[in-house]
C-alpha cells in the first residue's frame, strides 16, 4: 500500500468529509457519514463504554490514525468527561503535508478541527500533552510491527482499512496479539462487521458482540478480553445409522432455558475417563445404550472457542465416530421425537448429513464437525 498519488476529499452522508484513495473506492471512513460513524463506533461504543474508574487514566490505541478524527473526538471526550486519556496511534502511510493546503476544515465542528490540526502538529514518537492531562503519540508504523509492545491498553481502536483491500490486517494472529495487549475487561471496537472477521476475532480469544452500527450499517463489532480461567472439556458422538447415511441429533433445552440442536454428549467430569463420560451422558439424553462399532476419534474443534454460558470457560470439543448395528436405533425416526426413557426435553431424530446445513446445529464446534463429515464425504473411519 503506498499513498504516493494524492488522495481526494469526498463529503459524506452527514456533511463531513473523508479521503477517498486514488483509483479506487477505499474511504478513510463510512460515505453515510464521517463524524456519525466515528462518534458511534469509537466513542459511543468504544471510550465511552469502558467500565474504568474515574480516577484511572484510559489507553487507548489505535490502529489507522489517518486524518487523526478519532484520536481528535477522544481527546474532546477527555476534556468533556474529565478524564485523562493516554492516546497512541499507529499510522504508517500518513498524509502528506499538501493533503491539507485544501482541506475543507469548516465542515467540521470548530472544536474538531482545532483539535485535528493540533493534533497533526505533533511530531512523530513525541508524547505531547492536551487539555492539561491527557496526551498524544503518533507512531509511523504499522500494527504487525507493533505487537511486542508491553503497554496494556483499555481499549483498541481497530480502525484498518477494509478487509477487501487490506486482508493482512484482519487476522486471527494479529487479533491474538493485540488482545494479549489489553488488560483483562478492555475491549476492540471496530466498524467491520464481516463473519470471518467476527469469527477470527472469537478464535483470538475475544469474547464478540455484534451491535447496531452506525447509518448505514447494519453491524459493528466489540470484542471484550474476558480472562479465561479453566478449560472446560466436551465430547460428543457422531453416531452414522447402519447405511452410513443418517447421523443421529438430538435437539436439547439449555441450561439457560433455550433449545438447540446438538450432537449426543456433553461435559467430562474431573476424574472420568472421557469415553465413559459420552456413555454417561448418551445414556441420559437417549435414554439406552446402543449397541455400535466401536468409537474412533475424528475431530477436535480446533480454534480457540469460549464457552457459550460461562465466560471464564476455554472448551475443548472431542468428537467420536460411532455407527450402528442394522437393527440399532430403529426406535428413533426422522421425525424428532421424545427419546425413549431418555432426559425431558432432549429429542432425538436421524438426519442425513450430506444435506445438513451446519448452522442449524447451535455450538460452533458442533457446526466444524459437520462440516468436517460432510469436507470428507463421511469418509473419515478407516
Ligand atoms: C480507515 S482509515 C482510518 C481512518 C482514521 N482512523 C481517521 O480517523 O481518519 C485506515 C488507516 O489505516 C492506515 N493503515 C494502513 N496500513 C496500516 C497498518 N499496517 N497498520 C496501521 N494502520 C495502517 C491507513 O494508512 C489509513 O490511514
Not at 474529565?82 to 504508517?92: A, K, Q
Not at 480446533?302 to 457459550?308: G, I, K, L, T, Y
Request: hydrophobic letters at 35%; charged letters at 25%; one cysteine or more.
Amino acid at each position: 500500500m503506498s499513498n504516493s498519488k494524492h488522495p481526494s476529499i469526498r463529503l459524506t452522508g452527514d456533511g463531513s468529509p473523508t479521503v477517498q484513495l486514488p483509483d479506487s473506492e477505499v474511504t478513510y471512513h463510512s460515505i453515510h457519514g464521517a463524524l456519525t460513524e466515528a462518534k458511534h463506533v469509537y466513542i459511543e461504543q468504544g471510550i465511552d463504554s469502558l467500565d474504568v474508574p474515574k480516577n484511572r487514566a484510559i489507553h487507548v490505541l489505535e490502529v489507522g490514525f489517518g486524518t487523526g478524527l478519532n484520536a481528535a473526538l477522544a481527546m474532546l471526550w477527555a476534556r468533556d468527561h474529565d478524564r485523562t486519556v493516554h492516546y497512541r496511534g499507529l499510522e504508517p502511510y500518513p498524509l502528506l503535508a499538501s493533503f491539507w493546503d485544501d482541506y475543507p476544515w469548516a465542515k467540521w465542528p470548530f472544536d474538531v478541527s482545532t483539535c485535528m490540526k493540533r493534533l497533526h502538529a505533533v511530531d512523530v514518537n513525541t508524547t505531547e500533552t492536551f487539555f492539561e492531562k491527557s496526551t498524544f503519540r503518533l507512531e509511523n508504523k504499522g500494527v504487525e510491527d507493533d505487537l511486542n509492545s508491553e503497554d496494556l491498553y483499555d481499549v483498541v481502536f481497530y480502525d484498518a482499512f477494509a478487509p477487501s483491500y487490506q486482508p493482512e490486517l484482519w487476522n486471527r494472529q494479529l487479533f491474538r496479539k493485540l488482545r494479549e495487549s489489553v488488560r483483562p475487561g478492555g475491549i476492540l471496537v471496530t466498524y467491520c462487521a464481516k463473519g470471518f472477521v467476527r469469527r477470527n476475532l472469537m478464535a483470538a480469544g475475544w469474547d464478540v458482540l455484534a451491535i447496531p452500527g452506525s447509518p448505514g450499517k447494519k453491524e459493528m463489532l466489540r470484542g471484550v478480553n474476558h480472562p479465561v480461567s479453566r478449560f472446560n472439556v466436551r465430547v460428543y458422538g457422531v453416531i452414522l445409522d447402519a447405511a452410513g447415511d443418517r447421523i443421529l441429533v438430538c435437539n436439547e433445552r439449555l441450561s439457560d432455558g433455550s433449545h438447540a440442536q446438538k450432537f449426543p454428549g456433553g461435559g467430562v467430569e474431573l476424574g472420568e475417563g472421557i469415553l465413559d463420560a459420552w456413555w454417561r451422558e448418551v445414556q441420559e439424553e437417549l435414554g439406552c445404550r446402543p449397541v455400535m462399532q466401536s468409537a474412533e476419534l475424528f475431530h477436535s474443534a480446533e480454534p480457540f472457542v469460549r464457552s457459550a454460558f460461562r465466560k471464564e470457560e476455554q472448551v475443548i470439543a472431542l468428537y467420536y465416530l460411532f455407527q450402528m448395528h442394522s437393527d440399532e436405533g430403529n426406535i428413533w425416526t426422522e421425525e424428532p421425537a421424545n427419546s425413549p426413557g431418555g432426559e425431558l426435553g432432549v429429542k432425538v431424530s436421524w438426519k442425513c448429513w450430506k444435506s445438513l446445513d451446519y448452522r442449524t446445529f447451535r455450538f460452533l464446534t458442533d457446526q466444524t464437525a459437520v462440516q468436517k463429515l460432510q469436507k470428507f464425504d463421511g469418509r473419515i473411519s478407516q
